[in-house]
T-cell receptor, first 114, second 114 residues
């Protein structure tokens, strides 16, 4: 079975632009979460979606938004990019939303903002 | 708020040496605790987890015990291999939450030399 897939793998944008990152969860998984990992730090939680509804939001500005589609894939959008948005964006899926649930991570999208 | 603190790296060991990576946490209630590993160029993978006090998680020779009295979840392995070289993240998920949001430590780079 395919794991969590993310696209694109790398992206270069300039300040002020908008970006859309995509994630396909493992087949059968209904929960998708997004994390931002700045170089040298641990991942920071951005959003969780379960059954197409937002279930959790981290401490990120409103420039960050996401949605989940009927097939449980997800998109993360970031508007008005700042240099500080440069990071590895990780998507994770799980079969449920419980707190002890194992998360399966994709390899990430490396975003560089110039 | 909830947080995770883990020892800074890098940790450099010779093959077959004993490994300990310290992790302590601050949380309300009874969180689930995890160790994730990130190999170069890959996404995070769950290494082991424990969901209640005194539970021991184990996998691939790695072990960690959930110590509520010391709020710790130290990772140990008796004999490391070169293939264990990676970044290790300690993480928690709050008990009873409606999400499986993970709070990560900053990560510890392990380098094992032959």
């Amino acid at each position: 079975d395919a794991g969590v897939t993310q696209s694109p793998t790398h992206l270069i944008k300039t300040r002020g632009q908008q970006v859309t990152l995509r994630c396909s969860p493992i087949s059968g998984h209904k929960s998708v979460s997004w994390y931002q990992q700045v170089l040298g730090q641990g991942p920071q939680f951005i959003f969780q979606y379960y059954e197409k509804e937002e279930r959790g939001r981290g401490n990120f500005p409103d420039r960050f938004s996401a949605r989940q589609f009927p097939n449980y894939s997800s998109e993360l959008n970031v508007n008005a990019l700042l240099l500080g948005d440069s990071a590895l964006y990780l998507c994770a899926s799980s079969s449920s939303r419980g707190s002890s649930e194992k998360l399966f991570f994709g390899s990430g999208t490396q975003l560089s903002v110039l | 708020g909830d947080s995770v603190t883990q020892m800074e790296g890098p940790v450099t060991l010779s093959e077959e040496a004993f490994l300990t990576i310290n992790c302590t946490y601050t949380a309300t209630g009874y969180p689930s605790l995890f160790w994730y590993v990130q190999y170069p160029g890959e996404g995070l993978q769950l290494l082991l987890k424990a969901t209640k006090a005194d539970d021991k998680g184990s996998n691939k020779g790695f072990e960690a015990t959930y110590r509520k009295e010391t709020t710790s979840f130290h990772l140990e392995k008796g004999s490391v291999q070169v293939s264990d070289s990676a970044v290790y993240f300690c993480a928690l998920s709050s008990y009873g939450g409606a999400t499986n949001k993970l709070i990560f430590g900053t990560g510890t780079l392990l380098a094992v030399q032959p």
